[in-house]
Every structure is written in C-alpha cells, then in structure tokens.
C-alpha cells in the first residue's frame, strides 16, 4: 500500500499536472515504475525513488548529462544506452526543472 509520502506516487502527480495540456497521454505501470507515454511514445516515467527516466535524443546526451541527469541502468547496473537518462529527485525538485525534463522526453519521439 502506497500513501501521499511514496515519492513515484508524489513525482507521478507531477508529471501529470506538467502533461495536463497535452491531449494524447496514457499511463502504464511497469517494472515499478509510472510510464508516461505521449502519442503512443514513452516520454518519462517516474521511479520508485522519486527519480525519473527521461527518453532523449541519443545526440543530446552529453549535454543533458551537464545538466544534472546520468545514464540510465537496467538491472544489473546494464546501460540502458545513450537514449536514456535518469534525472534524480534532486535535480527536478522545483516545477520548472520538471517541465524542463519532460519536454526533453517529449521531444524524443521526434528523434525515432
């Protein structure tokens, strides 16, 4: 049972307050985490840490990586590859570094 405290259920509200414009959104729960999906695309998904998978231009990477992300693991500590990143809880603590990142994953589905 989860309650108001679990941080992928405080980050998924988020997200869906940032998405709230966008008219093709769904949701799906998968591998513990709350995925995103922006016509028909995974765009980000909120972790159970509070931490969020953001999908990026494989281009893009290095300098989303300045900007506070890191690359994204599978199970294993496996690199998920350069189309994938983490943002911690930390680096999208305020609404507009939120906004910042799920535009990133947004974005993406332009890249495929």
């Not at 998968?30 to 953001?54: E, I, Y």
């Not at 506070?68 to 189309?83: I, K, N, S």
């Amino acid at each position: 049972m989860t309650g108001p405290a679990d941080p992928r259920d405080a980050l998924s509200q988020r997200v869906r307050d940032v998405l709230a414009f966008h008219p093709n959104v769904r949701e799906v729960r998968m591998f513990g985490v709350q995925s995103f999906m922006v016509d028909g695309r995974l765009a980000v998904a909120a972790g159970r840490d509070g931490d969020l998978l953001v999908r990026t231009d494989p281009a893009d990477h290095d300098d989303l990586l300045r900007r506070g992300a890191v690359p994204a693991q599978m199970g294993g500590d496996r690199p998920m590859g350069r189309g994938w990143l983490t943002v911690p809880s930390l680096t999208i603590g305020d609404d507009a570094g939120l906004a910042f990142w799920v535009q990133v994953g947004i974005d993406s589905r332009r890249q495929a």
